[in-house]
């Protein structure tokens, strides 16, 4: 099959194509024809060796979420799954390929109404942009600034704020990503690369921060008395590390999101099932996957980044 190889860290130049072999589905298992493959921007730091989370060393195919047609099952798992369109995580790796073998009880259906490209773009940012929502609890009329508001996680956050009654403040890197922000339907939007942006919010109730560093502690600035601030990305290449210490003081709670494996898998499915609309604002064949990995670390992506595949 065709795949996408790191076989050493470093730039997006590293991520080269070449060929695979075949999986074969173990026990329990289900192999997937792969049509879309969502990349994550915690994927560019695994490619550079710079990722704050484990992961394998090279030589290795990257990506962690899939959606594609069953082909096939392995020994123990349902016939009847196969032909079915699903979406699934690859357990951290393999999903820059062709095709991929999964635990066939982690999978999910695709309903019928979602086109499957949409489903990928939400496998991943769907879930935990519901996971934050649920952690901060905007109530109705709530002030919530939503950071990196015209990326992947930060679209899908605004929909759900405003669905919830809150007000939504999206700042977001340059006029272009601004305007996406608008489109999703956030009440006021700011560009946080303009030296003192936060000057420009009122106070707000909840930060959903999506960026870390500098511009989260300056968004930590906005929150008051029973305010709330959840991180959910670094962007910024750093997280925000608001001292416990200075939140007391302000009376601000620094929320911890966890969840179990099976809550996970209910934020996933409450994506899959509900009104949210991604952005995909760009796709890349597969073997172009350096591109997209380019693209994403200049911040010139939008909304989702998809990596589409001829099915095997």
């Known amino acids: 099959m065709r795949a996408v190889w790191l076989r050493e860290f470093g730039g997006p130049e590293k991520l080269v194509p070449g060929d695979a072999p075949d999986p074969v589905p173990g026990e329990g298992e289900a192999l997937i024809g792969v049509e879309f493959v969502n990349i994550t921007f915690v994927e560019t730091q695994m490619r550079a060796g710079a990722s704050p989370f484990p992961m394998k060393e090279p030589p290795v195919i990257l990506g962690n979420g899939v959606g594609g047609v069953v082909k096939a099952v392995g020994p123990g798992a349902d016939a009847g799954l196969v032909g079915r369109r699903v979406v699934s995580g690859t357990g951290g790796s393999g999903a820059y390929a062709e095709l991929v073998a999964v635990d066939a009880a982690g999978m999910l259906d695709v309903p019928d109404h979602l086109p499957l490209d949409e489903a990928v773009a939400l496998l991943a940012d769907g879930r935990t942009a519901v996971m934050m929502l649920q952690a901060v609890e905007p109530r109705p009329g709530e002030r919530v600034l939503v950071e990196a508001a015209a990326g992947g996680v930060g679209t899908l956050l605004v929909q759900l704020a405003k669905a919830a009654g809150a007000t939504v403040v999206a700042a977001a890197g340059g ?27 009122d106070g707000v109730d909840v930060v959903l921060d999506g960026v870390g560093g500098d511009v989260a502690r300056e968004a930590f600035t906005l929150l008051g008395d029973g305010g709330r601030m959840v991180s959910f990305g670094l962007a910024s290449g750093e997280w925000a590390d608001i001292p416990e210490d200075e939140a007391a003081k302000r009376g601000v709670k620094l929320v911890r999101a966890t969840a179990t494996p099976e809550q996970l898998r209910e934020f996933t499915r409450t994506a899959l099932t509900g009104n949210l609309k991604p952005v995909i604002g760009q796709r890349f064949p597969l073997e172009r996957a350096a591109d997209a990995h380019a693209a994403i670390e200049a911040r010139e992506t939008v909304g989702k980044t998809l990596l589409e595949v001829r099915p095997a």
């Open 175 to 201: 006029a272009r990503k601004v305007e996406v922000a608008l489109r999703q339907g956030a009440d006021e939007a700011v560009d946080y690369r303009e030296p003192g942006w936060a000057n420009k919010v």
